[in-house]
């Protein structure tokens, strides 16, 4: 042990971080099922994770509400007692929802709030994690879990001049707790990812006048949102075990599934009416049209033009619609935001867009946002600039291994993983929805489920076995990463410069962060992993 520890240090079974859906579910495992001491830490003072901090207007979400949610994995009576009232749940819902999970679970008594993880050591001689706080506490435990999600480090640009400017400026990741008044503003948003899509529409309704700095336009999917009718939620319940059943087999762990045909193997006039029907149903589906769209550009190009008419139909301007229309990357490339009457918002008179692609930001000055074309001055900045993805929290957790190698040393040159869920050097430490792992490629509570079920089980299997410590051999770790990159090479996913491959981050290292496999390939291989007695981990 390298330092001196307090004689009042409190030594747990397991250590998580995070309380949205991967630590409570995790915390309900690890004490409930196996009757371990655990304690989660969490940096909000309340539980939630994304749903507690995305607070901005119009955000929602865009896998469907009845399946964006904990399965009978969790409880049946849950399932029973909860009714959504959108297809699409909106956050302060789905904040409800997770809160209740809490209650009901009897969970916060193991959460601490207010508590942010700043360093966390393996201590090799105790064969146990050693966890600091910025409030200065510091923690035991034999089993790290980072529960800390994919996407809840902000990404604000450094502009020149950022902290210079005199109005009021926003990230949509760290929203005010009591909203933001825009009436009669003059407000800049910077930013059309899937934030972006949901915010604009919303402040546009109330500012003077908003201005929406774009540099990559996307491919932006009806969402069809609508309420949940009582027929509905009972037709939803009846069929929940064969739901659930799907969404661990598909590819993106919805419970529909990507049709067992090619783009063009079928006549132009037929294609157009299958991606009609997709548009028509809204959501995701116009994805699952046909196998090859991530795989071959030429099948990728019929969704694409779709999707480009569709906006040429909706935006009046010709001009705006073009600048609208992506031409740069394929479909599916960049994760597509699902949209309630976003671009029918460019049609009005109170909106400019502005493309930062052609002319940059050059700087924010104290009046607003400057680029090559000139100066735009406004009242408030909203950044809908994203995430450092997938390391970016990893890395602020500050975790040393073995021999005081940290994980961001290891990684310098991208995530090296086994199975997304563990990696070589750092005995005991497990990632919920880790890199190279499924992850943000899927509908996400599905994918934290299989995560969360398996590390439970790799646990009771080393109490069982009396076994302390669990950790990847490098050949393991070395045979997922091959495999993860040749899964990538198949597809079209590493042409666009997208936050899923690190583009958004300047100097971050390119690769493909998710892994594309499929949620149920994956499930069958981390299975299998299981089944013979955790084969390519070393367990002593
Ligand atoms: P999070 O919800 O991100 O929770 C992680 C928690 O860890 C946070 O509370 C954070 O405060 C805490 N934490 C991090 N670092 C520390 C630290 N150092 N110390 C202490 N605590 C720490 N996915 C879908 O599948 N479908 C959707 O429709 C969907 N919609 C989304 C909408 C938005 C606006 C965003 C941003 C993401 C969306 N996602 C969606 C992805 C979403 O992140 C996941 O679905 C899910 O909520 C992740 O849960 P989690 O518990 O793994 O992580
Ligand atoms: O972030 P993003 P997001 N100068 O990174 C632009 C999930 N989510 O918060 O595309 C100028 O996608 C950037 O431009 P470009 C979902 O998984 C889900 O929108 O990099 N512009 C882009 O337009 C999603 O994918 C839901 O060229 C800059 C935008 O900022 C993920 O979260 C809702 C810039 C950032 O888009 C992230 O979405 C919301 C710069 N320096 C989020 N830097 C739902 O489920 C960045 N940009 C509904």
Not at 78 to 85: F, I, N, V, Y
Request: contains cysteine.
């Amino acid at each position: 042990m390298s330092e001196a520890v307090s004689t009042d240090l409190r030594e747990l079974d397991a250590l998580v971080v995070g309380a949205g859906f991967s630590g409570l579910y995790m915390l309900h495992r690890l004490r409930n099922t196996l009757g371990m001491s655990a304690l989660v830490l969490e940096a909000a003072d309340d539980v939630g994770g994304t749903w507690y901090w995305n607070r901005y207007p119009g955000a929602r979400c865009d896998s469907e509400s009845y399946f964006y949610s904990f399965s009978d994995r969790l409880s049946e009576d849950l399932l029973e007692e909860w009714t959504w009232s959108e297809r699409f749940a909106g956050q302060p819902e789905i904040l409800r929802y997770l809160q209740h999970v809490a209650d009901r679970f009897d969970l916060r008594r193991d959460i601490r709030f207010r508590t942010t993880v700043t360093a966390a050591s393996w201590d090799d001689d105790a064969g146990r994690w050693l966890v600091d706080t910025e409030g200065g506490e510091r923690f035991a435990a034999r089993f790290l879990i980072t529960a800390v999600g994919c996407l809840s480090t902000t990404n604000l640009p450094e502009f020149p001049g950022r902290d210079s400017f005199r109005g009021e400026s926003f990230h949509t990741g760290l929203w005010p707790h009591e909203g933001v008044d825009f009436t009669g503003k003059r407000v800049a948003v910077i930013g059309t990812g899937a934030t972006g899509v949901q915010l604009i529409p919303e402040v546009a309704q109330e500012a003077a006048h908003v201005t929406v700095f774009q540099r990559t336009p996307n491919y932006d999917i009806a969402g069809g949102n609508h309420p949940v009718t009582s027929d509905f939620d009972r037709r939803i319940k009846d069929d929940y075990p064969q739901i659930w059943a799907r969404t661990r087999e598909t590819a993106f762990g919805f419970p529909y599934d990507v049709a067992d045909r090619t783009a063009l193997s079928v006549p132009e006039d037929e294609r157009q009416e299958i991606f009609e029907e997709a548009w028509a149903k809204g959501g995701f589906r116009l994805g699952t049209t046909f196998n090859d769209l991530l795989l071959d550009e030429d099948a990728n190009e019929t969704a694409a033009e779709f999707l480009r008419n569709k906006i040429r139909e909706r935006v009046d301007d010709p001009e705006i619609a073009e600048m609208l229309a992506p031409k740069d990357h394929p479909f599916f490339t960049k994760r597509p935001p699902l949209e309630n009457g976003y671009y029918e918002t460019y049609n009005r008179e109170n909106v400019t867009l502005v493309d930062v692609n052609r002319s940059p930001i050059e700087a924010i000055t104290p009046a607003g946002v400057r680029t090559a074309d000139g100066e735009y001055e406004v009242d408030s900045i909203v950044y809908a600039t994203g995430f450092d993805a997938m390391t970016g929290t990893l890395f602020k957790l500050g975790i040393t291994g073995r021999d005081g190698l940290t994980l961001a040393e290891k990684w310098a040159e991208g995530p090296r993983t086994y199975l997304g869920i563990a990696t070589h050097d750092f005995p005991n430490l497990f990632m919920i929805t880790g890199p190279q792992s499924p992850s943000v490629l899927s509908n996400m509570p599905v994918s934290i489920e299989q995560h969360v079920d398996w590390v439970a089980g790799c646990l009771r299997h080393l109490r069982d076995q009396g076994v302390d410590r669990i950790e990847p051999t490098p050949e393991a770790e070395e045979g997922w990463v091959a495999h993860h990159d040749e899964v990538t090479a198949m597809t079209l996913l590493p042409r666009a410069n997208s936050w899923w491959v690190g583009a958004n981050i300047p100097g971050k290292h390119r690769s493909l962060y998710p892994y594309v496999g499929g949620v149920g390939v994956y499930r069958g291989i981390c299975d299998d992993v299981a089944a013979k007695g955790y084969e390519g981990f070393a367990l002593s």
